[in-house]
């Protein structure tokens, strides 16, 4: 999945449960996301943009900021060229800021610097940021990921540290079933009522179970689409919908557009690598279990 303005990288096994890859773009003018179902921590030396279809745009200064769960496709730009360094945090992996609940980032994006007080590492990280060249030089990254790994240890493994263990059961069934499962089939296997399920996903994850079944769904779509281009239909039926005016219904209220104008609005790079991050996630590349 290497491009040459976009790179990943796999965190070290202590912090695989928490984090699906490293990555990082270069950001000149907008680039254009997909909704996941996760969040994304974001590390950029000058200000960042988020715009949505659906949302003003909202400017976050330099520094750490935290994209909460999406529902729509949304843009992140900057004014002058730079390097974002990101951290792609699993659904149940949200370290619920003091303050800042989890459903208060949904479909937004905060700025952290009020969060996260002024580090070191994270000082020394921005400035590295800032000095990257155009073209990014072999260990570049793994420098600055090596300036960010205690800070994030710190993070997730402080003294009130807990796994939450059966958050992660259950986000992972809707990820081994690609979304394609019913809300009731998960109450029935965790033996809990559709109230406290979502009541759990709502307050830990910011979006319902639900609301994450349907961006999932929508991301095995679009995974089948860059393996079945042109017959949408395929695509639909093997990603668990209905038939195709179903998959339209849903594509349009969570993305304001049918499916086939927005993969033609698609570039063929925003393709391959939106199908590659998918793969990635639903074969397990990202350890998710």
Same mark, same amino acid.
């Given at each position: ?6 790179? /990943? ?10 984090? /699906? ?5 270069? $950001? ?12 994304? #921590? ?28 999406? #529902? ?54 921005? #400035? ?9 030089? /072999? ?22 540290? $807990? ?113 590659? $991050? ?12």
């Amino acid at each position: 999945m290497e491009q040459s303005d976009y790179k /990943e990288r796999l965190p070290p096994g202590w912090l695989s449960p928490f984090v /699906e890859p490293f990555w990082v773009r270069r $950001v000149s003018g907008s680039v254009s996301f997909f909704p996941q179902g996760v969040f994304e #921590l974001l590390f950029h030396s000058k200000p960042l943009t988020y715009s949505s279809a659906f949302h003003k745009p909202k400017t976050v200064p330099a520094g750490v900021s935290l994209v909460g769960q999406q #529902l729509s496709a949304y843009e992140i730009s900057s004014v002058q060229p730079q390097w974002v360094l990101g951290v792609r945090l699993k659904p149940f992996a949200y370290f619920q800021p003091q303050q800042l609940a989890a459903s208060e980032v949904k479909n937004t994006i905060e700025s952290m610097q009020y969060v996260f007080v002024a580090s070191r590492e994270l000082e020394s990280l921005l #400035l590295i940021l800032n000095a990257w060249p155009e073209q990014l030089l /072999e260990g570049q990254f793994q420098s600055a990921l090596n300036k960010l790994m205690p800070w994030l240890k710190r993070l997730f493994y402080n003294h009130d540290f $807990v796994f939450p263990e059966l958050l992660r059961a259950k986000t992972n069934t809707i990820l081994d079933a690609r979304g394609n499962i019913q809300v009731a089939d998960i109450c029935q296997q965790f033996e809990i009522s559709k109230v406290t399920l979502r009541n759990h996903f709502v307050s830990k994850i910011g979006m319902s179970p639900k609301e994450l079944c349907k961006v999932w769904r929508m991301n095995s779509f679009l995974l089948n689409a860059s393996h079945y281009p042109g017959d949408l239909t395929s695509s639909a039926l093997i990603s668990g919908y209905f038939d195709q005016a179903h998959l339209n219904r849903e594509f349009k209220t969570v993305i304001g557009q049918t499916p086939k104008a927005y993969l033609t609005a698609q570039s063929g790079y925003d393709k391959h690598q939106s199908s590659q $991050v998918v793969y990635s996630r639903f074969i397990g590349h990202y350890d998710p279990f």
